[in-house]
Nanobody, 125 residues
């Protein structure tokens, strides 16, 4: 059974940091592109950052460039999202996803095949 399980969310003050983790099981982790998405209340889900396995390409949403960093530990079947300089605009449920490593490489919901259940990040001002 394919599973993606996120952890690391929580309540944090503006300006703070968090590291989200996503552990995968039930499929060959290294063969899939990995992404982090988020959905704030009454907003559409958006791609935050994605990582290609083919060439290591990383994609970031403009709103998070310079503050978020995606990385992976293949030995642990885990992908991370380091989030720094948090603002209230970052409050959302964050989802981990995996999908076929397509070209062109895009960080969009439609490009992902498997999804975790999400972890909530709340930023207080």
């Amino acid at each position: 059974e394919v599973q993606l399980e996120e952890s690391g969310g929580g309540l944090v003050q503006a300006g703070g940091s968090l590291r989200l983790s996503c552990t995968a099981s039930g499929f060959t982790f290294d063969d899939y592109a990995i992404g982090w998405f988020r959905q704030a209340p009454e907003k559409e889900r958006e791609g935050v950052s994605c990582l290609s396995r083919i060439d290591g390409t990383t994609v970031y949403a403009d709103s998070v460039k310079g503050r978020f960093t995606i990385s992976s530990d293949n030995a642990k079947n885990t992908v991370y999202l380091q989030i720094d300089s948090l603002t209230s605009e970052d409050t959302a449920v964050y989802y981990c996803a995996a999908g076929w490593d397509r070209r062109p490489f895009v960080c969009r919901s439609y490009s992902m095949n498997y999804w975790g259940k999400g972890t909530l990040v709340t930023v207080s001002s």
